[in-house]
């Protein structure tokens, strides 16, 4: 069962008993520093630290108790079912671990100098990134992660990293990587090359090159070595004192060996994409086999789908359970599925099938009501069926009968999509329809906030000129030659504005409403019209509204009365439909859902720090429950300037299914093109409306939390009141029972929804996973980039109740646990000193990292409270495509492309030591975009990008790069345009040279560095968790 490849190394003590379940040990989240060192070490404040200032911890580790392995997370609190539970009792029972000394306050460097942070908010509010910043997601934005993991902190091992070559290199047995600690007896230099490039100050550890295949690593580690790890930083540098317990804290005196550590022998994110593609890219991947890994989210290939819905519509942390729950509890790696139901198909993979069994409907199991596919079995000479869910017997009806050939399948299995493949549609019945009558087509009212300052920046007249190219593009059936969505039109300030476009009208007229307490629609016949047939109107209204507010001076908005007003409008005419809102001031003005400015920064790095996140007022929850139930959906437009609460304006759109897009300090000659694709875009994607959504599976395992932009009125139906192609919900599955390895795990989900045309239909899409009672098969089968937005979904639901520094010590303790069970359980035996990981886990510390330092879960003086809010929204409905990219930028360099060529570059790993001056790089996370320029940039590229002589010459104002007509300047553009194509929201290009005020920003993007106001580098996380392990081991 030993599962290790790469590295061969002295026998390592027999495994510890008890790593399922040992007490867990909470720290300060990922700080080594304040991990369970023994009585006597001394403590500075470490390089991943999150404590608040003057945060003390527990003296004890808590015994394992429901808060740690209960079925479903910490139910103990008095919320909701919580993955993250609180910090333990102090003084609970004792443990095997040394006990806590208090630690010291404040972890995270405090900030080179307020000087610093005040010339960043200088140059942040010049490109529009202060505290209104353009949306720009901080640097190592990585999701975080469930909680009920143990902290485990051991020595500060520098991890030595594997070679990375795919497969084996030593070892027979499945791969891993293994990393040596500081200490290793000293080895021929390593032929890796050394980064000529200005990077890190050498880490002052005795670092060991990897050996060459074969060559056995010694350990041993002197004690008196300090181990001072971490490239150097503005902001402090930090150190862990002491190597074992027990050596003694040398705080001062040079180290005694210095090896710089060579950051290509630490996992590479970018090498492990790299690899994917060049084994499974270009590929078809079918998807006959029950339980197979697909390529990662990556790598393009084509999917034909034979019988599992296909990786896009669902992905799993794990494509093996485990068979019990106490294996489950042992490795700590979450059971979960992210599944996209409305995912978008390339044109090379066959659309979904609709089947149509009339007025029949769907077969269905009759005992748990599972849709027929491909996991029923057929007996007696299929006149019957057996549920692949529940075991159940059922009769198929008459109209469903079908002969059996030799092998016991029926003679038409590939004619009928249900029988062959993983996802198909069926069209429902009236039974699956409210009042038991077809819906009535969708309807989409767009909503204009006309106060004075959307007047005089002339937002209001872009959105009505913008608004007569996009109404053409309203989302059709592909069948149909025009779309059945009907059009209304509000504007508003305190007030608000009902507006009559009937076709036989010649001049659009408007009602007023002011009574914004009890909201109420004026008009029923003429407000929401084909658009086609009252065209003329229309336009003469969007014609006519910029000049007929152009002297109104109100600068005061509501808000909770405009989603009131537009959902009425839908509940009158009896059909589900979307609110498109254009807003850009905090509501100040007397109505329900008014707010106040509460953006306290004394708040931050306290316990009460999560009340930011915390909507203020509790109408936009129940605003948003009357949404759903109404099947209306809400997409704001945010255009702040100054604080408007996102926290709480952001309650509705999330909760309904809508999307959240924030353009702050929106200028018109910089920003408009962003926010027009970002409209076309979402006017014109694939959605459907008024959705139930069911995760059913076979027994043994269910559902029982769900995170997305979604509403729960009890324990398994997931309401939206609609939901596109870019959102995902990530479901997290417990045992209830044993799984067998036979019969394996099945996921069926069912969304009923309403389409753009008015049609009821329910989408399947069915998976089987396989079950396993050995841990290796669990680990060899995980998806790390699933388990990361698994991990940050989690995360950030729990921001909204416990304090930010528990949840980063519960990441860190989750993310040693999986790998210390691994080490102890499937790794063959090795040194102490090394860090071992499996193969398909190998860069969950690098993401995991990233996500740890976040903004959302690490505050940083230069991230506005709404930016956090915006961010902790967005990565909620994110598929893992998104989030892979989000948390792990994409960094290209632009100097090395080949003109001839339509592929993009190599990307390169984000770290500062990977740019060059000569160079010219490109970054993407998904919201941002940035072109980096060296200062020695050749002046061929610059005239050829920007059609100016030199470095000196190039404006960093511009959003959008020039139009020159050459071979660079046309494959950059081309590439930028390949980066966008997939994602859901327009980046905003940043230009950025180097050395210059902006390029702080761009920094904060190289998320295997050290952040600027803590957070660890990679390498420091690495020792982290190597730490913590061991500690947990011994």
Known sequence: MSQQGYVATPPYSQSQPGIGLSPPHYGHYGDPSHAGSPPGMMKPAGPLGAAAPGGMLPQGPSPPGPHQFGQNGAHAQGHPPQRFPGPPPVNSAASSYAPYSPSTPSSYPSPASTSVIAQLGHQLSAMHINSYGSGMAPPGQGPPGPPSAPLFQGPPQPPQPSIMQPGSQVLPPPPTTALNGPGASPLPPSTHRQDGLPGPAPLNAQYQPPPPPGQTLGTGYSPQ??????????????????????????????????????????????????????????????????????????????????????PRYIRCTTYCFPCTSDMAKQAQIPLAAVIKPFATIPSNETPLFLVNHGENGPVRCNRCKAYMCPFMQFIEGGRRYQCGFCNCVNDVPPFYFQHLDHIGRRLDHYEKPELSLGSYEYVATLDYCRKNKPPNPPAFIFMIDVSYSNIKNGLVKLIC??????????????????????????????VLHFFNVKSNLAQPQMMVVTDVGEVFVPLLDGFLVNYQESQSVIHNLLDQIPEMFADSNENETVFAPVIQAGMEALQAADCPGKLFIFHSSLPTAEAPGKLKNRDDKKLINTDKEKILFQPQTNVYDSLAKDCVAHGCCVTLFLFPSQYVDVASLGLVPQLTGGTLYKYNNFQMHMDSQQFLNDLRNDIEKKIGFDAIMRVRTSTGFRATDFFGGIFMNNTTDVEMAAIDCDKAVTVEFKHDDKLGEDSGALIQCAVLYTTVGGQRRLRIHNLSLNCSSQLADLYKSCETDALINFFAKSAFKAVLHQPLKVIREILVNQTAHMLACYRKNCASPSAASQLILPDSMKVLPVYMNCLLKNCVLLSR?????????????????????????????????????????????????????????????????????????????????????????????????????????????????????????????????TIVKQREQPEMVFRQFLVEDKGLYGGSSYVDFLCCVHKEICQLLN
Request: hydrophobic share 35%; with cysteine; proline share 9%.
């Open 225 to 310: 070595q300090a181990a001072n790890y971490g490239p150097q930083m503005a902001g402090g540098q930090l150190s862990y004192p002491g190597g074992f317990p027990g050596g003694p804290a040398q705080m001062a005196g040079p180290p005694q060996l210095q090896k710089k550590l060579d950051p290509d022998s630490i996992p590479s994110p970018i090498q492990v994409i790299e690899n994917d593609r060049a084994t499974r890219g270009g590929q078809v991947y079918a998807t006959n086999t029950r339980g197979q890994v697909p390529p990662l989210v990556t790598t393009d290939c084509v999917i034909q789908d034979q019988g599992n819905a296909s």
């Open 465 to 494: 000129e913008e608004l007569k190219t996009v109404l053409e593009k309203l989302p059709k059936e592909e069948q149909e030659d025009t779309s059945a969505i009907r059009v209304g039109f509000i504007t508003y300030n305190k």
């Open 861 to 989: 003086p230069e991230i506005s409270t709404d930016e956090r809010a915006y961010q902790r929204q967005l990565v909620m409905t994110m598929g893992v495509a998104d989030s892979q990219l989000f948390f792990y930028p994409q960094l290209l360099p632009i100097h090395t492309l080949d003109v001839k060529s339509t592929t993009l570059p190599a990307a390169i790993r984000c770290s500062e030591s990977r740019l060059s001056e000569e160079g010219i790089f490109l970054l993407a996370n998904g919201l941002n975009m940035f072109l980096w320029l060296g200062v020695s940039s050749p002046p061929e590229l610059i005239q050829g990008i920007f059609n100016v002589p030199s470095f000196a010459h190039v404006s960093t104002d511009m959003t959008l790069l020039p139009e020159v007509g050459n071979p660079y300047s046309q494959t950059l553009r081309m590439i930028m345009s390949i980066i966008q194509q997939k994602r859901p929201y327009s980046m905003k290009l």
